[in-house]
């Protein structure tokens, strides 16, 4: 039984960091990622890993946003830099098994078939 718990939102300044965690278990053969959804706004597939350490990133957060996953801790962060206004939104974590279409390049637009409860940030 997969489990996923975002920690780490908060409320930042404009140019300002956090680093979000996800607790993952029940998982194998899988890929991880981050999602963000803000009111009145589509899902955003934000970055994604793979089992492999593969790492891919939304173009609205590349060069800001690292995505790393602790895998003795079974632990997924994001670290979050230099952010704006337009990253304001509840940030999810989601994991998906290796065959799927969100791990099989869909990462952007397709939800994962587990998803945590979201952590909310907000940058102003």
């Known amino acids: 039984h997969v489990q996923l718990v975002e920690s780490g939102g908060g409320s930042v300044q404009v140019g300002g960091s956090l680093r979000l965690s996800c607790s993952a278990s029940?998982?194998?053969?899988?890929?991880l990622g981050w999602f963000r959804q803000a009111p009145g706004k589509e899902r955003e597939g934000v970055a994604v890993i793979d089992s492999d350490g593969s790492t891919s990133y939304a173009d609205s957060v590349k060069g800001r946003f690292t995505i790393s996953l602790d895998a003795a801790a079974n632990t997924l962060y994001l670290q979050m830099d230099s952010l704006t206004p337009e990253d304001t939104a509840m940030y999810y974590c989601?994991?998906?098994?290796?065959?799927?279409?969100?791990?099989?390049?869909?990462?952007?637009?397709?939800?994962?078939?587990?998803r945590g409860r979201g952590t909310q940030v907000t940058v102003s």
């Open positions: 989601g994991l998906d098994h290796s065959g799927s279409v969100y791990c099989s390049g869909g990462w952007s637009w397709h939800e994962p078939g587990n």
């Open positions: 029940g998982y194998s053969r899988y890929c």
